[in-house]
T-cell receptor, first 114, second 112 residues
């Protein structure tokens, strides 16, 4: 079945540590996105990529970095510069088919600072 | 900058009732509007996608409408069931990458 796989499901980070969240899709979608969700709030866009080897900052990119070396993969690194990283992180992808830009989401990674 | 607002923030109804969730957006230059369902601690499940040229979409007991000129969308749920209890999020797609801007969601509880 086609879909998006995020791993790990739960992640714990120590102060000053970088961690990387994985996102893989087998939907053949061109565009991929990373969102952050805080309790009781909607999702906020961190980074997005429309094509391999290209990505753009979203609304809250500070303290995060991404890469897009393969169409299927869009990993997110939460760096030590991100002062409040505890949140639920969601990866998504969408087709660039002009008739349908619907999004598909992964099941998320919950990151906690310890 | 696009802003999306959802009203109410929380809603509790008895089983069997019909209900309407509201979503408004500030920039009418959208490509589409999408409604999602989120269960606690889970990812998002797409419910309905309305393209900018469409007025409404239906799936089973769900019907979503879009009025771009007034910047509004509604999600109508018929004959609600306890299994419908979840948070419902609307999101407007705009910008060069059709990136979604989300509302804060409506937390729905359907009482048996």
């Amino acid at each position: 079945d086609g879909g998006i796989t995020q791993s790990p499901k739960y992640l714990f980070r120590k102060e000053g540590q970088n961690v990387t969240l994985s996102c893989e899709q087998n939907l053949n979608h061109d565009a991929m996105y990373w969102y952050r969700q805080d309790p009781g709030q909607g999702l906020r866009l961190i980074y997005y990529s429309q094509i391999v080897n290209d990505f753009q900052k979203g609304d809250i990119a500070e303290g995060y970095s991404v890469s897009r070396e393969k169409k299927e993969s869009f990993p997110l690194t939460v760096t030590s510069a991100q002062k409040n990283p505890t949140a639920f992180y969601l990866c998504a992808s969408s087709s660039r088919d002009r008739t349908n830009y619907g999004y598909t989401f992964g099941s998320g990674t919950r990151l906690t600072v310890v | 900058k696009q802003e999306v607002t959802q009203i109410p923030a929380a809603l509790s109804v008895p089983e069997g009732e019909n209900l309407v969730l509201n979503c408004s957006f500030t920039d009418s230059a959208i490509y589409n509007l999408q409604w999602f369902r989120q269960d606690p601690g889970k990812g998002l499940t797409s419910l309905l996608l309305i393209q900018s040229s469409q007025r409404e979409q239906t799936s089973g007991r769900l019907n979503a409408s879009l009025d771009k000129s007034s910047g509004r969308s509604t999600l109508y749920i018929a004959a609600s069931q306890p299994g419908d209890s979840a948070t419902y999020l609307c999101a407007a797609g705009s910008g060069s990458a059709r990136q979604l801007t989300f509302g804060s969601g409506t937390q729905l509880t359907v009482l048996p």
